[in-house]
Every structure is written in structure tokens, then in C-alpha cells.
């Protein structure tokens, strides 16, 4: 997410002529979105990052289930 951010304020800094980045060449740019392209659909697949991130949301989900479970057990 940071790389997206970087690259929609590194766009929008050229279009504006904003300081140095009036001279930034636009396919630095563009190769900047290419490579985030080329991560967020092959690299981060082919590491298992994708399904990891998606393992550790559904683990916090079953702990934060199991501690209300417990908190409610504790009262009765």
C-alpha cells in the first residue's frame, strides 16, 4: 500500500510541477507503477505473501472470538 500512495503522490507532484519533481522524467514513474504492477500479481503470489496476510487476518479474527467466548463464560 505505501508503494501506491508513493506512486499517486509522485504523480501528482509532476502534473504540478512541484519543486524538483517538475524535472522527474514521466517513465520513472511509469516504471515505478510497472514494477508495483509485476509484485502485487506475480512476486507476492509466488511467495505465498497473499495467503499469509490472509492467515494472520482470520487467526486474529478466531482469537478475538475464542477471548468474547471466555469474557462471557466468566460472567455466568
Do not use: Y
Amino acid at each position: 500500500m505505501p508503494l501506491i500512495l508513493l506512486i499517486a503522490a509522485l504523480c501528482a507532484l509532476r502534473f504540478f510541477e512541484v519543486w524538483r519533481f517538475a524535472d522527474l522524467p514521466w517513465w520513472s514513474i511509469v516504471a515505478l507503477m510497472v514494477f508495483a504492477f509485476v509484485w502485487f500479481e506475480f512476486i507476492e503470489k509466488a511467495l505465498g505473501l497473499d495467503k499469509k496476510k490472509e492467515h494472520n487476518v482470520l487467526h486474529h479474527h478466531r482469537q478475538t472470538r475464542v477471548k468474547q467466548a471466555f469474557a462471557k463464560r466468566r460472567k455466568t
